[in-house]
Structures are given as structure tokens and as C-alpha cells.
């Protein structure tokens, strides 16, 4: 179960890449990071995104916290899960909050707390990771009323205590007409398969409706 988290976490950034962390997912640590993921290799992707984490981006943050979540590359250790997810957290990563929730809520490298675990999914709802909702409601049926009153309120305190950062603005620099910047990298079939098996099992676990998962498979397609 912790092993499809933390992979599903890492997955989902692969299928939306956030506009607010293009500079993460246009660098060579992403992409070689990447390609060692899609071939097991965990331990070179660990590395990667690990200096990216502690050069401070939040994205790669969320990814070393999944894979210390689910034993990848590196061993398992929830309590340095939980300190990774905090950190992109704090950076407005929907994903780790959405993380944090899991290790309250199924007592890992924490003692076990539904209170928590609800304000954490809650928040991460709250900025825009829309599977959060199955895990709020999932929680709600094993809380008391005075409980989830205090969990909403906590999330609510937390969220206007901690605003997601704006995005940087992007600025452009000029070239010459012969010259010509990509700033990602086109999709290929490996990228494809590996979306498309992504969505397949998200729908096997009941994180997205086939609706959901129909539209996944068109916008990827039409993408490649």
C-alpha cells in the first residue's frame, strides 16, 4: 500500500507538471531522474532528485519524501518522509500534504491521528490535488463530529497562516532568429506507456472516476 502511495505521488507529477515548477522539470536532474525511475533504477533517481531537494525545490522535495515513503532508492524511513513532506509543504506542494496526511493516518513514523490526518488532506484539497477529497472522506467515517470540527478548523488555521507562494514570474530573453529554446522535452514512447499505465492504476485503486480516466488518456494522447 505505502509502495503504490509513493509511487502514485510520483506519477501524478509525471502526468501534471505544475507551471510554478517548470524550472525543476526542465533540468537534467529531473529528466535523468526520470528516465532512472521508469527503469527501476531508484537509487541514481534518489541521488538526482535528492540535490535538487536540497538545493531547496519544493518538487523534488515531495519526491525525495515518496521514495523514502515507499523504501525507493533508498531505506524506508517515515520519519524522514515526514521531514521531506513538511519541507514541500511549506513550499505549497499539494502532493506532501497530501503525504503528511497518509503517515498520520496510518500511524507511520508517527502516532496514529485522525485529526491531523484529516486537516493535512484537507489542505492539500484545499490547494488543488482533487484526490485528496477520497482520503478526506475516507477518514471522515472514522472521526467523531467534535473531531472533524477540530481538524477542519486546524487546516484552516494552517492555510491562513500559510499562503501558496506565487508562481515566479517567467521572464524571456531575447535571442537571434537562428536560435530556438525548448524548454521541455517532447513526450516519447516510453513517457506515453508510462502515463497511460499511471492513469490504469489509478483507476484500479479508485483515485479518479472513468470519466477521469478517459480524459487522462485523451489529453496524454493528444499530447504525444
Not at 500500500?1 to 507529477?13: A, L, N, Q
Not at 524550472?23 to 532528485?49: H, P
Not at 506532501?96 to 484537507?122: H, T
Not at 467523531?144 to 491562513?160: C, P, R, S
Amino acid at each position: 500500500m505505502i509502495r503504490s502511495f509513493s509511487y502514485v505521488f510520483i506519477c501524478t507529477f509525471f502526468l501534471c507538471q505544475p507551471t510554478w515548477a517548470q524550472s525543476f522539470f526542465s533540468s537534467d536532474n529531473y529528466w535523468n531522474g526520470k528516465t532512472a525511475y521508469e527503469k527501476a533504477d531508484y537509487d541514481t533517481a534518489f541521488k538526482l532528485w535528492e540535490e535538487s531537494a536540497n538545493q531547496g525545490d519544493g518538487a523534488a522535495q515531495g519526491f525525495v519524501a515518496a521514495l523514502y515513503h515507499g523504501g525507493q532508492g533508498i531505506e524506508k524511513d517515515y520519519q524522514k518522509a515526514m521531514v521531506w513532506y513538511k519541507k514541500a509543504a511549506l513550499q505549497g506542494i499539494a502532493q506532501a500534504q497530501l503525504g503528511i496526511g497518509s503517515l498520520y493516518g496510518d500511524g507511520k513514523g508517527v502516532e496514529k491521528d485522525n485529526v491531523k490526518a484529516r486537516m493535512w488532506f484537507s489542505i492539500s484539497l484545499h490547494n488543488g490535488n482533487e484526490r485528496a477529497d477520497q482520503y478526506v472522506k475516507r477518514i471522515t467515517h472514522r472521526m467523531t463530529e467534535d473531531e472533524i470540527k477540530k481538524a477542519d478548523d486546524m487546516a484552516l488555521a494552517w492555510v491562513k497562516a500559510n499562503p501558496k507562494p506565487k508562481p515566479k514570474p517567467i521572464t524571456k530573453k531575447k535571442s537571434s532568429p537562428k536560435t530556438t529554446v525548448q524548454t521541455t522535452k517532447p513526450m516519447d514512447k516510453g513517457d506515453l506507456e508510462l502515463k497511460l499505465t499511471a492513469v490504469k492504476d489509478m483507476l484500479a485503486k479508485g483515485l479518479i472516476s472513468k470519466n477521469e480516466a478517459a480524459a487522462k488518456r485523451k489529453q496524454i494522447l493528444d499530447q504525444f
